[in-house]
């Protein structure tokens, strides 16, 4: 097989990003990974999303994807090894499901009960653990939403225990509660275990500093 | 093979119609429920817990929700006349779009039809420019789907296929929410390709059938959301 040239467009702190890199690295794909600096954005990113101007834009044969989701699908269809989807349609449908579920419903209140204040924060933070509850039903008591193996779901969504977790710890209010929502806070500990997940980890000390300093911005803006 | 196929609906929704498109463009019979959204069933509460909308397909018991998702299952689930490419850069490229119009049209097209309605004379101004960004943004939006449609007939090629599907939302319920506001959006001059695309889109026969009566969703919309945000 001739050498394909794939190259991922990142940011070194992007859980979107991380993703990526996730799927590659569990099908052993070779890519050269070009780090943005955001708020500067390189021409190269630009020309290659247009449309929304964001990491991670994946490039394979000069051929840019963008939009994380999207770009799971297409590595799992291009390279079939290690598949992230199952094979029935059924099982299929429903892991499409909780992915959009985790970045529609529980993404966007981690993220506002991160940069809010007050009343708008404690409603934010609420529903992101009510929709994390709902997040732990679609689990349907297994180890990981792959079954025994991490899959497209746990891909798309494990990154939210790290993330919520942290967001947790700077805003003092506690996001995934291990005692209403046991399945999903086992669930969360196992795959950030797994070793390939691990590895492609940012550094958690970075991260949480880096993460500490967004959130004085944010909450500084915000009146 | 004694198959059920059902879908969960409402006449006047895009989302709905899109299974039905799928499901007609495939040959497959399936049953429709109407569903009253202001009484929601027992039936479609236990199908679709999570979000508790429609649509939702069941076939043979097992519940699918979200539009996108349905059409996905459709195109896997029956494989005569497909509505995705086997390329997958093509597949991820259509993904992107329907994506893009979900998740960036419709919100933007709401808000430059009937968004922010000030009544008061001193908020006229402000409204006036949220307006006029509005429909400037739904122009940006409408440049990306014109450009991406180049030479084709259709976002699939030469037949409809599952961006087609998804970008019912343009190719008609638009038109319905430009008559209902009195905002004008998607231009022929400005956008030619999408202008032949949608007249294209809706003469198609699995499309066609599936559409709603016009007349009925501009009086609905009307009725529901004002009369817009039109400059007098």
Redesign the interface.
Known sequence: MAEESVKLLGYWGSPFALRVKWALKLKGIQYHYVEEDLPNKSPMLLQYN??YKKIPVLV?DD?P???SL??L??ID??WKQNPLLPID??E??KA??WA??ADDKCVPPVMAAFSKKGEEQERAAKEARENLK?LE?GLEGKRFFGGETIGFVDIAAGWIGCWARMTGEIIGINLIDAETMPLLDAWFQDFLEVPFIKECMPPQDKLLEHNKEFHKILTAAST | MAEEVLVFGAWGSPFSRRVEMALKLKGIEYKFIEEDLTNKSPSLLKYNPVHKKIPVLVHNGKPVAESLVILEYIDETWKDHPILPKDPYERANARFWAKFIDEKCLSAIFKACWGACWGEEKEHEKAEIEHEKAVKEVSELLQFLENELKEKRYFGGETVGLLDIAANTIGYWLGVFEEASGVELLTREKFPKLCNWANEFVCVTAIKENLPPRDKLIAYFRNRFGAGNASK
Request: glycine share 0%.
């Open positions: 247009p449309v394979h051929k994807l963008a939009e999207v770009i699908e297409y269809e291009e349609p059924y299929r449908a499409r499901f959009k579920f709902t039903s």
